[in-house]
């Protein structure tokens, strides 16, 4: 069983599109993010919720925006997509407000922008 | 500022040989927790070791080893008897809770290990 699935694994999509990707995890956790990993492997925190409330907004441009229909989904959507936009989006879940518990990944999702 | 520092861009030890990852953090809170993940190259993040900031040894998962130095504010891992499936980029991660701030888990910009036959 996958703890956490993200769907889908690749999306080649043409600039100006908007596009969806969904994070699902069956871990009853209360706390999901989503990172963006860069061509140079840099891992950035975008978003983080806890409960389906938004408690991490990094300086991410607005045509990102996460939806929580529950506290299982972690959706990202994003619009008028640029080529800047191209990356591995990792969604990632945990227990919420404790330390010492480590953060489970999706398998990531390559998005190309073209 | 950086939250987390991994120094080393790339590291290369020989098979069977033991190789530390350099990592040093950046907090002013007491409770803190220190991770490591693998990233070999299919893309999977991999969770390999935690180190809480209140830990008195340091953590120990089979061949993997966490120098935790808290005076110096470093969190090395360390990989004994090196694997060829050892190849992979190594990110090293913090999870604190800022007071009047909300938790956040970050990530150093990661080293990329390659273990040579």
């Known amino acids: 069983d996958t703890a956490v699935s993200q769907t889908p694994k690749y999306l080649v999509t043409q600039m100006g599109n908007d596009k969806s990707i969904k994070c699902e995890q069956n871990l009853g956790h209360d706390t999901m993010y989503w990172y963006k990993q860069d061509s140079k492997k840099f891992l950035k925190i975008m978003f983080s919720?806890?409960?389906?409330?938004?408690?991490i907004n990094e300086t991410v441009p607005n045509r990102f925006s996460p939806k929580s229909p529950d506290k299982a989904h972690l959706n990202l959507h994003i619009n008028s997509l640029e080529l800047g936009d191209s990356a591995v989006y990792f969604c990632?879940?945990?227990?919420?407000?404790?330390?010492?518990?480590?953060?489970?990944f999706g398998q990531g999702t390559r998005l190309t922008v073209v | 500022a950086q939250k987390i520092t991994q120094t080393q861009p790339g590291m290369f030890v020989q098979e069977k040989e033991a190789v530390t990852l350099d990592c040093t953090y950046d907090t002013s809170d007491p409770s803190y927790g220190l991770f490591w993940y693998k990233q070999p190259s299919s893309g999977e993040m991999i969770f390999l070791i935690y180190?809480?900031?209140?830990?008195?040894q340091n953590a120990t998962e089979g061949r993997y080893s966490l120098n935790f130095q808290k005076a110096r504010k470093s969190a090395n891992l360390v990989i004994s008897a090196s694997q060829l499936g050892d190849s992979a980029m190594y990110f090293c991660?913090?999870?604190?809770?800022?007071?009047?701030?909300?938790?956040?888990?970050?990530f150093g910009k990661g080293t990329k290990l390659t273990v040579n036959p």
């Open positions: 180190q809480g900031s209140y830990d008195q």
């Open positions: 919720y806890n409960n389906k409330e938004l408690i």
């Open positions: 990632a879940s945990s227990p919420s407000r404790l330390v010492n518990t480590e953060a489970f």
């Open positions: 991660a913090m999870r604190e809770f800022p007071q009047g701030g909300s938790e956040k888990l970050v």
